[in-house]
């Protein structure tokens, strides 16, 4: 099965590094006209230019998804320069641990207003196009810890959580539309996320993963690319990890 994405437009929040910046160039590597949106401006840039040495068309959005008039602002330009978005990777997303007894309120909101709220925010700007066209593929970056739970993480399992509830109750509002949505659901992905876990705690991560490694982001592009794929078309409310059998 060759994946071609010839002709589609694909927007990518969160494309500055790790995992959305792969599957930005998996994506751009394939065809597709991709749309890189994230708060940081400058490694977008960097990513467009060497996009467009290998070839191939790119825009750069500045996008605070946290923020209603940054994601207006932004569709305000997408919708200037295309016609419309056939395919939505929901992947910026933030950490801000801590046991929940010492939990402070900004952390707990900023993490379920990005990473739930902003799902939530960039999606519905999408949806009426996808609609209109009766074509749509949407893939919204979860984790694993969604369903296994993770000690210090409550505020990020819960956002997580939310955003399978999410892509579950939409993959059944728009299936008939023509337009899937699905969740993936990766593991311990080496980025600038995770980097902060010490040499002993990667090793013990190990041993948890059947696989025996932390997984790649390319590993996360590999996957989210079938299901932005014309192939996937009956794949919907799925939740597909990408944790090398972390869960199972
Ligand atoms: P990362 O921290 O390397 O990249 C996240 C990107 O999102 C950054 O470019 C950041 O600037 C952007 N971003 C953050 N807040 C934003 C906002 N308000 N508006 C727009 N962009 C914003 O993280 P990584 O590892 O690439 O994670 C990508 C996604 O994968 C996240 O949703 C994360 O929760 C999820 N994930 C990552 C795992 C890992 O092990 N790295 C495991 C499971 C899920």
Not at 16 to 30: C, E, F, H, P, T
Not at 199 to 227: C, Q, T, W, Y
Not at 228 to 233: A, G, R
């Amino acid at each position: 099965m060759v994946l071609s994405f010839d002709g589609k437009v694909a927007l990518v929040t969160g494309a500055a590094r790790g995992i959305g910046r792969a599957i930005a160039l998996a994506l751009s590597g394939k065809g597709a006209e991709v749309l890189l949106a994230d708060i940081l401006l400058e490694p977008l840039k960097e990513l467009q230019a060497e996009l467009a040495q290998a070839g191939s068309m790119a825009r750069v959005y500045t996008m605070d998804i946290t923020s209603v008039e940054s994601v207006a602002k932004a569709f305000w330009s997408i919708e200037r320069d295309v016609k419309r978005v056939d395919l939505l990777i929901n992947n910026a997303g933030i950490t801000r641990d801590g046991l929940l007894v010492r939990m402070r309120d900004e952390d707990w909101h900023a993490v379920l207003d990005t990473n739930l709220s902003g799902t939530y925010r960039v999606t519905r700007a999408v949806l009426k196009g996808m609609m209109k066209a009766r074509y749509g593929r949407i893939v919204n970056i979860a984790s694993v810890v969604a369903e296994m739970g993770n000690a210090g993480q409550t505020n990020y399992a819960a956002s997580k959580a939310g955003i399978i509830g999410f892509t579950k109750s939409l993959a059944r509002e728009v299936a008939s539309r023509g337009i899937t949505v699905n969740a993936i659901a990766p593991g311990y992905i080496e980025t600038a996320m995770t980097e902060a876990l010490d040499e002993k705690a990667k090793e013990h991560l190990k041993d948890m993963i059947p696989a025996g490694r932390l997984g790649s982001p390319e590993d996360v592009a590999n996957a989210a690319l079938f299901l932005l794929s014309e192939e996937s078309s009956y794949i919907t409310g799925q939740v597909l990890h990408v944790g090398g059998g972390l869960y199972m």
